[in-house]
């Protein structure tokens, strides 16, 4: 029997995405508390593909790595 196709929720994750979620979290981890704006920059994210830094930020907060506070600035747990 053939298994059923992934929900369409699952996230299929290459090695650019987690290198790019270590990236936030090292940064992070040596500056503390950011806006997103300015780690964007720290980053360097403009350079980044369309879409990849927000990407990283929402998969590190998904994950419980990142935490947004209530102001929207990002905390590495």
Known sequence: MPMPPPKPS???R???TEQEIAQL???L???GPQATDDLADLLGARFWEP??????????VSDG??????SGSLTAV
């Open 14 to 16: 290459d090695a650019h």
């Open 25 to 27: 979290l090292r940064a």
């Open 29 to 31: 981890r040596a500056t």
């Open 65 to 70: 790595l990142v935490t947004r506070s209530a």
């Open 51 to 60: 879409g990849r830094f927000e990407r990283a930020v929402a998969l590190a």
């Open 10 to 12: 699952t996230e299929v």
